[in-house]
Structures are given as structure tokens and as C-alpha cells.
């Protein structure tokens, strides 16, 4: 499942964690945010591209980096809203 589910929201496949996690994206006042739930379970796992008990490590790394270059705003499944300046730094 991915794409628009209502007006401007859609799902996102972020997988790698498990094989069919899905996170919700949307654009609020310019930014690009993600629900990104376990996908992204802290601050720590964002910087290192990587998560806790993975599907898939390879693969969670992926989507991370890809999180990296696409949302200026992530909402991580166990910490605090992340904001990315799209290179990475937090």
C-alpha cells in the first residue's frame, strides 16, 4: 500500500524494520514531514541509519538515507520530531 489517501497525505513504504512498514507524509507550512514510526526509532538510529530488531539492516539503512534526502521533518517511532537539513545532520 502507498500513495494518496486523502487530500495531500499519503503512505510511504519504509521498509526494512519489517518488510511492510508504511510511514504517512505530508507538507505543513513548506516542509516536507514523515510519520516515520519504527522506521526511524530515535534520534541515534536516524544519525546511524540504522534500527532495533530489523527485517532487514541492509535495507533499513536504504530507507533511512533515503528519509535523509526527501523530508525535512521526521517523527520518529520512539523520540522526540527530528528536524533534517537534508544532508543528514540533525
Not at 538510529?45 to 532495533?52: E, G, K, L, S
Request: charged share 20%; net charge negative.
Amino acid at each position: 500500500i502507498k500513495g494518496e489517501f486523502l487530500p495531500g497525505v499519503k503512505a510511504v513504504w519504509l521498509p526494512g524494520h519489517t518488510k511492510t512498514i508504511h510511514g504517512v507524509s505530508f507538507w505543513y507550512q513548506s516542509r516536507h514531514v514523515l510519520v516515520a514510526g519504527d522506521s526511524v526509532m530515535t534520534k541515534q538510529h536516524f544519525r546511524d541509519n540504522t534500527t532495533m530488531f530489523e527485517e532487514d539492516a541492509q535495507m533499513a539503512a536504504a530507507t533511512i538515507q533515503n528519509i535523509k534526502k526527501e523530508y525535512d521533518i521526521v517523527i520518529p517511532g520512539h523520540d522526540n520530531m527530528l528536524v533534517n537539513n537534508r544532508t543528514g545532520d540533525i
